[in-house]
């Protein structure tokens, strides 16, 4: 009988192993609309390089987790599709944005897309995807919806849009110049002017790059969202104390937000983007401010105290009245309630 005591034991353990073993599910689906992967061309790997060789290091950065590519045919026709997964909708997003175009053309797939010709990039949930087409019909754009949804799902946190990119001014910005920064790697490869030592990384900033438009021309602009105020107002009296090449160069700190514009533009056409910019912070109430009657453990506590004091009078009450009574009928009637004689008292069956 002890044996059998061991095994729902020995189950459990080997279940919690195969877990912590288990890979992630799949990336692309072996079919969508009519298309069909071809099992030859497939490829997977945990290796940023089968991506992209030459930026293999920003998309590290990233939070790269690993990569799928396959090949899909229906009919006469191909598609080449290469998906990599990040940890999460954060860095899927600052891929999408380190490899968009200015040329580029808007497209409805996915969380967000952008198509340039033959190839079209998208990123949903925690997958980036980048898809080159053997040619542009008008059913593309609804194959690669359905593409889309076969992804994995990611939810709660991991589901998250960094903040920082809705404080650009949306009626200036140029379409897909945005740029999405959380490592020094790819602040260096999209030539930031600002450099890298005087943002600190170690301070876990966020950036976000844009171009604006002007009445002069283009203005870049640069947001820097360090984790407290406190650390924002040291970094930017940092920054403006050093020499920056491709001025002039405007400030303004908004909250832990160091917004910068720079380029050939007066400061009447740089302050407008600067006021744009305002940082606004979300407070949510997560518990009460004053202490619930109902949460109150102490009064709790003080309740049931209560109750038994109540409930230990009550019996002293029907204690000392049921005693009580039988001392008073003892007087008014003696030997004829509680007092009768033992033969009186006992019931006997006298059964011969």
């Not at 949930?125 to 593309?140: C, F, Q």
């Not at 940082?279 to 109902?294: C, E, F, G, I, R």
Request: net charge neutral; glycine share 6%.
């Amino acid at each position: 009988m002890k044996r059998w005591v061991y095994i729902p034991l020995v189950l459990l353990m080997a279940q919690l192993c195969f877990s912590a073993t288990a890979p992630d599910p799949a990336i692309l689906p072996p079919s969508f609309n009519g298309w069909l992967r071809d099992p030859s061309s497939v490829k997977t790997g945990t290796d940023p390089a089968i991506v992209d060789q030459t930026d293999a290091p920003v998309l590290k950065e990233y939070g790269f987790s690993d990569a799928e590519l396959a090949t899909y045919t229906r009919g006469n026709r191909k598609m080449q599709v290469k998906a990599a997964r990040f940890a999460d909708l954060t860095g899927a997003y600052g891929a999408f944005t380190f490899y968009q175009q200015p040329q580029m053309q808007t497209e409805k797939i996915g969380d967000e897309a952008a198509s340039n010709k033959l190839r079209i990039l998208f990123f949903h949930g925690s997958v980036l995807v980048d898809v080159l087409l053997d040619r542009v019909t008008a059913m593309s754009a609804a194959d690669l919806r359905a593409l889309s949804d076969a992804l994995p799902k990611v939810q709660g946190n991991s589901a998250a849009r960094p903040d920082l990119t809705s404080d650009l001014p949306r009626q200036s910005l140029i379409p897909h110049t945005e740029r999405y920064v959380i490592g020094p790697v790819a602040m260096q490869r999209l030539g930031v002017p600002v450099p890298v030592e005087l943002v600190d990384f170690s301070k876990s900033p966020e950036l976000v790059l844009a171009k604006c438009h002007t009445s002069w021309g283009e203005a870049n602009l640069t947001l820097i969202a360090y984790p407290t105020p406190q650390i924002a107002m040291e970094k930017l009296r940092t920054i403006q104390a050093a020499s920056l090449p491709g001025g002039p160069f405007y400030f303004k700190r908004t909250g832990p937000i160091v917004a910068i514009v720079n380029g050939n533009v007066p400061q009447d056409e740089a302050q407008p983007l600067l006021a744009a910019v305002n940082y606004d912070a979300n407070v949510t109430l997560t518990q009460p401010t004053s202490l619930d009657l109902k949460d109150n453990l102490g009064n709790l506590i003080i309740g049931v105290f209560v109750l038994i004091g109540f409930i230990a009078l009550l019996a002293l009450i029907f204690g000392f009245a049921f005693g009580g009574l039988r001392i008073l009928a003892r007087k008014l009637l003696p030997n004829k309630v509680f007092d009768r004689a033992d033969d009186v008292e006992i019931i006997r069956l006298n059964l011969k």
